[in-house]
């Protein structure tokens, strides 16, 4: 039988614990329970309890410290947050004007492919052809309405006219006869294109 007295006695799993309560009897124990008071007055001198409160107080500092290192922080990561909001709506514009540009380069590229190039030297010797044909009928048609409204005179009229009209036929048919060699190089194949 354990005496009140002799506390140390006791080989309680509260003792065991908290060693710092051996020096009390079971009759100081049981007032410690009655006694909300009395109770919180042990509990706090209590050398666990304590360690327990300054390991609290230490990790209160240190949440602190890291909370106000983090405030130190906050305006750059802004400032970062914003530039790099700014940097990703800038290159979501660039993507934008990439597609723009691609599609500008591939419109480009199709009126420089070979068939097509072909096409429009083919139209241009009869846009040429025409162009002469005009020049001449102009000509004819503007001397045979001086030659009927001359005082009598017949014949065509062999002033500046004519020689404007020669040089001008002449340059339109020289364009015209090189497209048409250039034309007839290019059915035979001796047309080579380069992609540089």
Do not use: C
């Not at 908290?18 to 006694?35: A, G, M, T, Y």
């Not at 010797?125 to 009928?137: G, W």
């Not at 030659?147 to 040089?167: C, H, L, R």
């Not at 006869?177 to 059915?187: A, F, L, Y």
């Amino acid at each position: 039988m354990y005496s009140s007295s002799h506390p140390e006695n006791l080989n309680t799993p509260l003792l065991q614990e908290f060693p710092e309560l051996s020096h009390l009897s079971r009759q100081d124990l049981e007032e410690i329970l009655d006694d909300p008071v009395y109770f919180q007055a042990i509990f706090h001198s209590l050398e666990k309890v304590k360690e327990m409160y300054r390991a609290q107080t230490e990790l209160g500092l240190a949440n602190e410290a890291i909370a106000q290192h983090n405030l130190t922080l906050q305006d750059g990561l802004y400032k970062l947050r914003s530039e790099t909001k700014d940097a990703f709506d800038e290159a979501k514009q660039l993507e934008a004007r990439w597609k723009d540009l691609e599609k500008e380069q591939k419109e480009v590229y199709q009126r420089l492919t070979p068939q097509f190039l072909h096409m429009r030297l083919r139209h241009s010797i009869i846009s040429q052809d025409d162009a002469s044909e005009n020049v001449a009928s102009s000509f004819v048609q503007s001397q045979h309405t001086a030659s009927t409204t001359s005082s009598g005179a017949a014949g065509p009229s062999n002033g500046p006219e004519v020689d404007e009209f020669i040089k001008e036929y002449r340059e339109l048919r020289k364009t015209y006869h090189k497209r048409v060699i250039w034309s007839e190089k290019w059915n035979k194949g001796q047309v080579m294109w380069r992609d540089d």
